[in-house]
């Protein structure tokens, strides 16, 4: 078992894969050059677009849940026209339901609302009736789950949680703890 967390690094993704995960969700930023990775453009990841791309081939079971801390929509676009054919394997998340439009004409599987960025609930309708794999939404907001049509995945939780997938820095499954 790891001694410390990990996050967007190619470490991070071996251990997940290692683990029977598939999906990670990975921090990215566009730039003038492609795809970064990384939280914040001080602590970028080593990791390339094209090793990330090389780590999804050798994993066929694992997809990419993206998180865009810039421009989420140019981002995607970045990543379509990066990935080509593969951009099925990435799971874009959307911050706001106008961007459930464009995100899906880009041709990427259905997306994970993220609920974190939203104020009030009137939100709740409109997702319930949207094509999306799931929602994402902080632990201390999990009892709005019971209202939401779809999938529920918490952020960020360290421990298990029946009944929710969940965003984790670092969790072994059972299975596989010694």
Not at 109 to 114: A, E, K, S, V
């Given at each position: 078992?790891?001694?410390?967390?990990?996050?967007?690094?190619?470490?991070?993704?071996?251990?997940?894969?290692?683990?029977?995960?598939?999906?990670?969700?990975l921090?990215?930023?566009r730039?003038?050059?492609?795809?970064?990775?990384?939280?914040?453009?001080?602590?970028?990841s080593?990791?390339?677009f094209?090793?990330?791309?090389?780590?999804?081939?050798?994993?066929?079971?694992?997809s990419?849940?993206?998180d865009?801390?810039?421009?989420n929509?140019?981002?995607?676009?970045?990543?379509?026209?990066?990935a080509?054919?593969?951009?099925s394997?990435?799971?874009?998340?959307?911050?706001?339901?106008?961007?459930?439009?464009?995100?899906?004409?880009?041709?990427?599987?259905?997306?994970?609302?993220?609920?974190?960025?939203?104020?009030?609930?009137?939100?709740?309708?409109?997702?319930?009736s949207?094509?999306?794999?799931?929602?994402?939404?902080p632990y201390?907001?999990r009892?709005?789950?019971?209202?939401?049509?779809?999938?529920?995945?918490?952020?960020?939780v360290?421990?298990p949680?029946?009944?929710?997938?969940?965003?984790?820095?670092?969790?072994?499954?059972?299975?596989?703890r010694?």
């Amino acid at each position: 078992m790891p001694n410390a967390i990990y996050t967007n690094s190619m470490a991070a993704m071996e251990i997940a894969a290692a683990h029977g995960f598939h999906m990670i969700e990975l921090d990215l930023w566009r730039t003038n050059k492609g795809i970064a990775v990384g939280h914040n453009p001080q602590h970028l990841s080593s990791m390339t677009f094209d090793q990330l791309l090389d780590f999804l081939r050798r994993n066929p079971n694992i997809s990419i849940v993206t998180d865009f801390k810039s421009n989420n929509v140019l981002g995607l676009q970045r990543v379509a026209e990066l990935a080509g054919p593969m951009r099925s394997r990435f799971i874009p998340q959307i911050y706001s339901l106008d961007e459930l439009g464009p995100v899906t004409a880009m041709g990427f599987p259905p997306p994970i609302f993220t609920a974190y960025r939203m104020l009030g609930l009137d939100w709740l309708p409109r997702v319930n009736s949207a094509q999306v794999r799931a929602v994402t939404m902080p632990y201390r907001h999990r009892l709005l789950a019971r209202f939401i049509d779809h999938p529920v995945f918490l952020n960020t939780v360290n421990e298990p949680i029946p009944g929710y997938g969940l965003y984790t820095d670092c969790l072994i499954p059972a299975r596989h703890r010694s």
